[in-house]
C-alpha cells in the first residue's frame, strides 16, 4: 500500500494543501485548533507519515547524524576487544533513542585506519556515503587518531 501524502491528507480533511502543511506544523502560521484536529485525524485515517528526506530538503537541514566506530589495525589498542563492543553497543543504544526522540536518524559504520583517505574510491567510502546522506553532523566513538597517521 503506498503511503499517504500530504495533499491527500487535505483532500480528506477538506482543507487546502497550505493549511495541511501548517497544521502538520511543517510550515509557519496560524492554523485555527479545530481545523488542525480535523488535518490530524485525516492524518491518522491515512497513515500518513512526514517524508524526511523531503522535509530536509525544504528546510535546509539534516535528518540524518553519521556514528563511526574506530575499529581495525591501530584502533582502541589500549581497550580489551570485548569491554570496547560492550561500550560501542551501550552508547549505540543511548545516542539513537536519544537523537529518534528528537526525529533524527543515525547511519552507523566503522572507522577503518584508511576511512579518511577520501582519494581511494573503495577506501573512502564511508566519507561518500556521509556526504550523500547529508548528515547534519558525525559522531567518531573510539580511538582513531593514531590509523589516521599515516
Not at 35 to 51: G, K, S
Request: net charge positive; glycine share 8%.
Amino acid at each position: 500500500m503506498p503511503l499517504a501524502t500530504l495533499k491527500q491528507v487535505a483532500q480528506e480533511a477538506k482543507v487546502s494543501y497550505l493549511t495541511a502543511l501548517r497544521a502538520m506544523g511543517s510550515s509557519p502560521g496560524h492554523v485555527r485548533s479545530a481545523t488542525a484536529d480535523r488535518v490530524r485525524a485525516a492524518a491518522d485515517r491515512l497513515a500518513y507519515r512526514p517524508n524526511a528526506a523531503a522535509r530536509a530538503l525544504t528546510s535546509q537541514t539534516s535528518p540524518y547524524v553519521g556514528l563511526l566506530y574506530a575499529i581495525g589495525p591501530g584502533c582502541n589498542q589500549r581497550i580489551p576487544v570485548a569491554e570496547m563492543m560492550r561500550a560501542y553497543a551501550e552508547f549505540h543504544f543511548e545516542l539513537t533513542a536519544g537523537l529518534e526522540a528528537r526525529e533524527y536518524h543515525v547511519l552507523t559504520g566503522g572507522a577503518t585506519p584508511h576511512v579518511a583517505d577520501v582519494a581511494d574510491e573503495r577506501e573512502g567510502a564511508i566519507p561518500k556515503l556521509l556526504q550523500q546522506r547529508h548528515v547534519g553532523g558525525v559522531v567518531v566513538v573510539g580511538d582513531i587518531w593514531p590509523a589516521l597517521q599515516r
